[in-house]
């Protein structure tokens, strides 16, 4: 399989998915500066992927910091945490790889440097490789739920792409697959980005998996015609009490799923669960510049000087949600127990997951 992203002796090396599915062109960063930026401009996007990745920028960039004085580190910390935390806003991942990143620069700060960057560099790893091994421990349990031949509809890109390798929600179809059931997907092509189209097919084609590709707008068509067995998305934040934020479009697909009485699925890790954010009022949802909107293929679509708006993600509620796929299991109503309970906490308390290392 492509590495979405992977550590080298020379960089972080990843795949450029602004130019899929035409090229698969690799990056080589050596900078927080350069790893930031290519969070924020989409080389690298889905929120356990630019979890990894900013692990991955403060890692890389410590690699380099030999010369600065001990009494210096906590600062040059401090500005590339930031740096990489002002990316993207409506993904928890980013904040909790950061926050994880920062706790074991506080455990080897007065470290000689080569001590240092090396564990810096080893909890990146860990973030990696445990994602990974999230992804197929999630797509064992969300194979259950899948029925024996499906059609299953899917928005944004959740596979190998969005994350370090092998994929939530794609992860779930991939683990059916192999366990031997027939499974065939429709993509939603995702406006304005089309991770649908271009990420999601482009994927599941590599790996002889059936899918499809709609128009945003195809979808209730689909369902209306009962072609649609199950939805089944990934997540950039779940809240408390289950709201989720994913890529906009989601909360229209969830509507049409209840409608027509299909099942909708949620599949992430549990650091994309938030239990300090109580609803999904709480989540705060990135807006991306007009310009991703008013043009395609970088023609402009719309008139000058008619307004164009942009949120990236948009939340369904709870009560549209039939489960949460995690790597621990998998969570049904009511979510305000079940999902801290797979977190390791009692309902009434409160607090960022974090996975052990």
């Excluded at 482009?202 to 369902?223: C, N, Q, R, S, Y």
Aim: hydrophobic content about 45%.
């Amino acid at each position: 399989m492509f590495q979405t992203i992977e550590w080298t002796d020379e960089g972080v090396v990843m795949l450029d998915q602004r130019r899929l599915p035409e090229q698969e062109t690799y990056l080589t960063l050596t900078s927080a500066d350069g790893v930031a930026a290519a969070i924020r401009d989409m080389v690298i996007r889905g929120a356990p992927a630019i979890g990894v990745a900013a692990a991955m920028g403060i890692a890389v960039a410590f690699q380099r910091y030999e010369d600065v004085p001990v009494a210096e580190r906590p600062a040059r910390f401090d500005r590339d945490a930031s740096l990489l935390a002002a990316t993207r806003p409506t993904a928890v991942n980013l904040f909790w790889a950061i926050d994880r990143m920062r706790r074991c620069f506080q455990s080897h700060r007065l470290d000689p440097f080569p001590g240092l960057a090396a564990a810096l560099k080893q909890e990146a790893l860990a973030i990696h490789e445990e994602d990974i091994d999230a992804n197929r421990a999630m797509g064992a349990h969300g194979s259950a739920l899948l029925p024996q031949s499906c059609r299953v509809l899917t928005h944004c890109n959740a596979g190998a792409l969005a994350t370090a390798g092998y994929g939530t929600a794609l992860g779930v179809v991939r683990a059916a697959v192999e366990a031997g059931k027939k499974v065939a997907v429709y993509a939603g092509e995702t406006r304005p980005f089309l991770q649908g189209a271009r990420l999601t097919a482009w994927e599941l084609h590599k790996d002889g998996i059936p899918v499809t590709v709609l128009t945003d707008g195809m979808a209730g068509h689909l369902f209306q015609k009962k072609e649609i067995d199950l939805c089944l998305v990934g997540a950039d934040r779940i809240a408390r009490n289950g709201d989720t934020a994913n890529k906009i479009g989601t909360y229209q697909v969830a509507v049409l799923a209840r409608a027509h009485e299909v099942p909708f699925y949620v599949a992430a890790p549990t650091s994309t669960i938030d239990l300090q954010t109580a609803t999904g009022g709480d989540i705060p949802i990135e807006e991306r510049g007009p310009a991703e909107v008013a043009h395609i293929g970088g023609r402009r679509v719309v008139p000058e000087g008619v307004r164009v708006i942009h949120p990236a993600f948009d939340v369904t509620p709870n009560r549209l949600i039939a489960a949460i796929i995690t790597e621990r299991g998998v969570a049904r109503p009511p979510f305000e127990v079940s999902l801290p309970g797979l977190c390791g906490q009692a309902a009434g308390t409160t607090g960022r997951v974090a996975r052990p290392a």
